[in-house]
């Protein structure tokens, strides 16, 4: 079975500061993994993924994350947050092997950025 | 080009009717998966499939559920006898192909049953 465990359901940081959402992961393999962000009354719009390469990877709007397989994370991050960074941010991961594909997501985590 | 479109927006049903909830997926895109998302939860896979055969059903919750692809491109889920607990927002997510490396998410149906 895979899991994913946002340990944080809220994150304040003010305007231009650096800003972290935590993310682990559970699964059997190697994994490939996601972050999504979703907006009040909008679907969930795709950020960026690690399927294999450079732990660190960059995505949309200057958001990048680190994979880090002893530690079973992937932080998201960004250097300096905006207000309209504010958001509900899902990781989600799956198996590389096998024929399944669906995601399993974390719970979410609020990302507030403050003026 | 148009993304992942799904209708109707919101659905309030009456215990123990049925429903359907219609998918139409990006134009080419071969997967296509439903998810529910619960309030304050991340979304909860139900069911695959690439082209128009359901490739993974294990997250149906039980046989009142049942999802269709006919022709590879529009789904449409279907739920018989609709219980309070089936209250959620269905999403819907297509990828162009079977490596589903990123899936596109529509807006998603909200689900009341009352």
């Known amino acids: 079975a895979q899991s994913v465990a946002q340990p944080e359901d809220q994150v304040n940081v003010a305007e231009g500061n650096p800003l972290t959402v935590k993310c682990t992961y559970s699964v059997s393999g190697n994994p490939y993994l996601f972050w999504y962000v979703q907006y009040p009354n909008r679907g969930l719009q795709f950020l960026l993924k690690?399927?294999?390469?450079?732990?660190l990877v960059k995505g949309s709007y200057g958001f990048e994350a680190e994979f880090n397989k002893s530690q079973t994370s992937f932080h998201l991050k960004k250097p300096s947050a905006l207000v309209s960074d504010s958001a509900l941010y899902f990781c989600a991961v799956r198996v590389s092997s096998g024929s399944a594909r669906q995601l399993t997501f974390g719970s979410g985590t609020q990302l507030t950025v403050l003026p | 080009g148009a993304g992942v479109s799904q209708t109707p927006s919101n659905k309030v049903t009456e215990k123990g009717k049925y429903v359907e909830l219609r998918c139409d997926p990006i134009s080419g895109h071969t997967a296509l998966y439903w998810y529910r998302q619960s309030l304050g939860q991340g979304p909860e896979f139900l069911i695959y499939f690439q082209g128009t055969g359901a490739a993974d059903d294990s997250g149906l919750p039980n046989d009142r559920f049942f999802a269709v692809r006919p022709e590879g491109s529009v789904s449409t889920l279907k739920i018989q006898r609709t219980e309070r607990g089936d209250s959620a927002v269905y999403l819907c997510a297509s990828s162009p192909s079977a490596s589903g490396y990123e899936q596109y998410f529509g807006p998603g149906t909200r689900l009341t049953v009352t």
């Open positions: 690690y399927i294999t390469g450079d732990n």
